[in-house]
């Protein structure tokens, strides 16, 4: 016996069920159809279209008047149902009664009205059905005429975009702050809104509608700030609510939308309903994707067949010729979550994938949105993405298979990918920028910025290099940190200064460390790196220093150590030196040495006599002469005009001064300074890291020497006229030198990587920013200009100085 | 002394070891270093570096093993053995902490010497 199916609502929902149906089981019902609307069923989601122009009303007609005839269907378009009778299962509209043994509900939605005086006033229209797309083709037949649109979603942009193409002059009002924020984060948000006005379609976000302003027809839209906007038509869009007046009425389960099962049937086992008006695990949706999903099942459930609806994960593109926009799933930041982004500013691509345990949860695209599917496919499916994090973003065509040649996957990026996060710059200014003359790493530097901030991706960057320039490009000698890490000593203090890393772990972590803690070669630079540039944070780590540094003292070969306190100058008292004889003596040092920076060297001290012998010193006001760091030496002097017969200035004074402005600072490597009285240069100033050499105009500072290795004459940084601007001038230049050298690199061996002329600019030159080095390195020695040998004199410390414990005697047993 | 059984000796606190550092002690066979590692593992090798002897104690320690301070030959605190291109091995002793104590075996470190 063939059942009675009653449909109310014409729309695509019921349309895609009654196809199935047909398809599955033909002649199991005979079917009544009640639309609202006095036509067939056509692809709502193409009203965008028809409003802009692009598509006529036949062209977006899915089911019309002959395919409901050809399937037996009786249709009562334009005649509104007015009740349902459960008991008696009909349906009761203007012509009567109509009964049911199956009814389906498909009263879609209706579109959400926001109540502001005024709201009722002719020219106020909503966008849910073609009489309102015809309704504002009509009003964007008057010459600049105005429109204003409330809502700044997908419906509200889609009708601002279709307005545009038809000649009105366009303006958004959006309450959020950015457009679209159920499907877009805030960035492409931005791009969008951008996007938008580049279009002459004005955006106001944060824009509270307070009344539509109009006598007998709408005349403005005005806005809580008190903002007024002229408007022939006024277009409201700012969200849908389900239709369920009728199912409320006939005592359905009702929440925000009518209530179904998995299988689409109500609380009355007769009723089945699908589309935008039901509420299914709490979810409503406004979407095609879902509505589609929801048919098929109840088109098997009429049919008497199993079907299971689940919900559905949506996905939306934006209806805007031009736009290319693509987001699905959930986007926002949590701590579980971690995201991927690749970001080409100027052409206005943005792509984002929020994962969740090496799975993508979310993606939004903005610009390029080809590979939306693919990305919605895994994400839909759960996919384990772990394999292919590394290539991820560029999307299937890099995705999968055997980890790309480095060379390779560079060569295969799109020239929008973006390469340098921190200044937002993409293969493409790179790969230009090379063949525009930039043919070394420094060259891409300087001209793009990339790689010049935290420097990770000066990897990449050299790749580009090799890949654009092939053979012609030699890569340079930079070599890695260590074997903890791919970064050079350059990229980690960058990384450090970019990121504001403060601590080894957060180093390690940003820096991708192999190892756990690091080794000796890479904690003692970063430990100097982290002191150097955050002296108020960071936490000295002697266990991350050498030997010598960790005691103070100078290990020997027979694993005593040397000790070697600071005279000042070089200049020393009858009182200092009894009190190093008698150390001497007490401590039976076997050597005792003058050393090349005019000062005595005790050697031959065993470790747990350190603590003693240094109390003793400090006793005489002897304090460590850091003959063991890297950090300020010694500054030699001669005797100026103090004695000397040719002596233009008190060198020896200046030099006093020198050191006990600068004794106990921790520098890349070690520094050695001089101060000569006359160009005879008695004190060697013109082979130290800085020198001074007094005239009878003033002082000549000149820095970058050497005497060791490599033998090198100081070069030339300026001349100052008195000996608070030589000061200056030494203190800036040995902080620029400690915020940017790395570690173990002489200053000769760092001036010749940067160039004397870029020291001078911003030592010599720059009045401010020498005043700023000074300042900076000021601040660093009020923390850690501290005599290491005073702090470490007293007993308690001593201890640790010494064996932990003696067996010779418990073993002897 | 009975071989069979372990007898550990009390040689003093964790806490007296620096984290990522060392003390030493004496023994009838030289000085013993005592490591103890970032995630607070204690190691007992010979405090002399197979290569000029520098006295591993006051090296860099990172990971499980430690740099000599002397020419930078790395040490496995595990094994003893020096790690390449370098070559060499370093005595290594049993130590264990019981409750915040640091122990030895000396029966072990009278081995240790005879072998």
């Not at chain 1, 598509?55 to 899915?62: C, N, P, Q």
Request: glycine share 10%; proline share 4%.
């Amino acid at each position: 016996m063939t059942e009675k199916l009653v449909v109310i609502g014409a729309g695509m929902a019921s349309g895609r069920v009654l196809e199935h149906l047909f398809e599955s089981a033909p002649d199991a019902y005979d079917v009544t159809l009640f639309g609202a609307e006095p036509r067939g069923n056509y692809n709502r989601i193409m009203l965008s279209p028809v409003l802009s122009g692009e598509k006529t009303y036949e062209e977006i007609v899915t089911h019309d008047a002959g395919w409901y005839a050809a399937h037996g269907v009786i249709c009562r378009f334009g005649e509104a149902v007015t009740g349902i009778d459960r008991d008696r299962k009909v349906v009761l509209s203007e012509a009567g009664e109509t009964p049911y043994d199956k009814l389906l509900i498909a009263t879609g939605s209706a579109p959400f009205i926001i109540p502001v005086p005024g709201k009722d006033l002719p020219g106020v229209i909503t966008y849910r059905d073609l009489d309102d797309t015809n309704a504002m083709i009509a009003a964007a037949e008057k010459p600049g005429g105005r429109a204003v649109v409330i809502g700044g979603g997908l419906l509200g942009l889609e009708a601002a975009a279709g307005l545009k193409l038809r000649g009105m002059d366009v303006t958004v009002l959006h309450l959020m702050g950015h457009v679209m924020e159920r499907q877009l984060d805030p960035t492409a948000g931005h791009l969008l809104k951008a996007d938008l006005e580049s279009r002459g379609i004005r955006v106001h976000t944060a824009a509270n509608t307070h009344e539509i302003v109009g006598t007998d027809r709408v005349e403005a839209v005005r806005v809580d700030a008190g903002t007024e906007y002229p408007a022939d038509i006024v277009c409201m869009a700012v969200g849908i609510r389900p239709e369920t007046t009728l199912a409320k009425a006939a005592g359905l389960a009702c929440g925000r939308g009518l209530h179904v099962d998995d299988k689409m049937v109500t609380s009355d086992e007769s009723i089945l309903a699908v589309g935008e008006c039901v509420e299914h695990r709490g979810m409503c949706y406004g979407l095609v994707a879902p509505l589609y999903d929801m048919a098929k099942v109840a088109a098997k459930t009429l049919a008497g067949a199993e079907g299971a609806y689940e919900g559905s994960l949506t996905s939306t593109k934006l209806k805007v010729t031009g736009v290319d926009l693509f987001s699905a799933g959930d986007f926002a930041d949590a701590d579980d979550r971690e995201e991927i982004v690749l970001r080409d500013a100027a052409r206005g691509v943005y792509k984002r994938l929020v994962l969740q345990a090496n799975r993508i949860i979310g993606v939004v695209m903005y610009g390029d949105t080809a590979d939306g599917a693919w990305f919605f496919g895994l994400l839909k499916d759960g996919t384990d993405i772990s394999e292919m994090r590394e290539t991820l973003i560029f999307g299937p065509a890099y995705a999968g298979g055997t980890p790309l040649d480095p060379m390779a996957a560079v060569a295969a990026l799109p020239d929008e990918a973006e390469i340098c996060g921190c200044n937002g710059i993409c293969k493409g200014q790179i790969t230009s920028a090379i063949t525009g003359g930039a043919t070394t790493l420094d060259g891409v530097r300087q001209t793009t910025k990339a790689s010049s901030s935290c420097g990770t991706c000066t990897g990449l960057v050299e790749r580009l290099l090799s890949v654009t320039l092939g053979d012609a490009y030699a890569a340079p000698a930079a070599q890695p940190m260590c074997k903890c890490t791919d970064l050079t000593h350059e990229d980690v203090r960058r990384l450090i200064k970019s990121q504001e890393l403060k601590a080894m772990p957060a180093v390690w972590q940003a820096g991708h460390w192999k190892t756990s803690c690091g080794c000796h070669v890479c904690r003692p630079a970063l430990n100097y790196y982290l002191l150097s540039d955050w002296p108020d944070d960071y936490v000295d780590d002697g266990q991350s220093r050498f030997v010598n540094e960790r005691n103070h003292a100078n290990i020997q070969k027979d694993g005593t150590f040397s000790v070697v306190p600071r005279m000042w100058g070089g200049i020393t008292t009858p009182d200092e030196l009894r009190a190093i004889a008698d150390a001497a003596d007490k401590f039976s040092v076997p050597t005792v040495k003058v050393t090349g920076g005019q000062r005595i060297d005790l050697l031959g001290v065993h470790k747990q006599d350190l603590p003693s012998i240094w109390a003793d010193l400090n006793a005489a006001g002897l304090v460590s002469g850091h003959a063991y760091a890297k950090g300020l030496r010694t500054v030699k002097t001669c005797v100026g005009t103090d004695h000397c017969r040719f002596g233009t200035q008190d060198s020896t004074g200046l030099g006093i001064k020198i050191e006990k402005a600068m004794w106990g600072s921790w520098t890349p490597h070690k520094v050695k300074m001089a101060v000569s009285g006359c160009p005879r240069n008695c004190a060697e100033a013109t082979c130290k890291d800085v020198g001074v050499i007094c005239v009878d105009s003033g002082y000549e500072v000149s820095v970058a020497g050497a005497a060791g290795m490599d033998v090198k004459e100081t070069e030339f940084l300026a001349k100052a006229e008195t000996e608070n601007e030589t000061l200056d001038l030494i203190m800036a230049f040995t902080q620029i030198y400690r915020e940017n050298a790395k570690y173990l690199d002489r200053p000769y061996k760092w001036v010749a990587k940067v160039g004397l002329d870029w020291v001078k600019e911003r030592v010599v030159d720059d009045l401010d920013n020498r005043a700023a080095l000074v300042a900076r390195f000021k601040h660093s020695q009020s923390i850690y200009q501290v005599d290491p040998w005073a702090e470490r004199a007293n007993d308690t410390v001593t201890e640790k100085w010494s064996p932990m414990a003696d067996l010779t005697l418990e073993a002897a047993e | 002394m009975n071989a069979q059984t372990e007898t550990w000796i009390d040689i003093g606190a964790l806490d007296d070891i620096p984290v990522r550092g060392a003390r030493v002690i004496r023994t009838r066979v030289g000085c013993v270093a005592l490591f103890r590692t970032a995630k607070d593992e204690v190691f007992a090798i010979d405090d002399t570096c197979p290569h000029k002897k520098g006295p591993l104690s006051e090296g860099i320690v990172h990971g499980k093993a430690v740099t000599c301070p002397l020419h930078n030959w790395v040490i496995s605190l595990e094994t003893g053995l020096v790690k390449a291109p370098d070559e060499g091995s370093v005595q290594t002793y049993p130590v264990r902490v019981s409750e915040g104590r640091v122990q030895l075996d000396p029966a072990q470190l009278a081995q240790g010497a005879g072998a």
